[in-house]
Nanobody
Framework: QVQLVESGGGLVQPGGSLRLSCVAS????????IAWFRQAPGKEREGVSC????????YYANSALGRFTISRDNAKNTVYLQMNSLKPEDTAVYYC????????????????????????WGQGTQVTVSS
């Protein structure tokens, strides 16, 4: 059974950093798109970043570009999201999600980062950016 567990959220001041972790179990990170989404109060869930685990290709939403870095450690079956220069508008519950497929499909999944394409989800971790 596919399980994803996020951790690393918390309260941080504007300009600060956090590193989120997403530990996968029930499958190995051989050929998956692993994405980070976030959902702020009263807003729709949005894609933030995605990594294709077969070749390590990374993808970012405009809101994350230049500030967030997604990476994976296949040996630990873990995907990370390093978030720097955090802003109050980054406050949200952050979720990781996974979907498997062939390389071309993983590329499509990560280009779009559409929550409708991802079947497996973690429970989320709260990130609050506030002074």
């Amino acid at each position: 059974q596919v399980q994803l567990v996020e951790s690393g959220g918390g309260l941080v001041q504007p300009g600060g950093s956090l590193r989120l972790s997403c530990v996968a179990s029930g499958f190995t990170l051989d050929s998956y798109a692993i994405a980070w989404f976030r959902q702020a109060p009263g807003k729709e869930r949005e894609g933030v970043s995605c990594i294709s685990t077969n070749d390590g290709s990374t993808y970012y939403a405009n809101s994350a570009l230049g500030r967030f870095t997604i990476s994976r450690d296949n040996a630990k079956n873990t995907v990370y999201l390093q978030m720097n220069s955090l802003k109050p508008e980054d406050t949200a519950v952050y979720y990781c999600a996974a979907e498997g497929g062939e390389p071309a499909e993983l590329h499509r999944l990560c280009v779009l980062i559409d929550l409708a394409d991802f079947a497996s989800w973690g429970q989320g971790t709260q990130v609050t950016v506030s002074s």
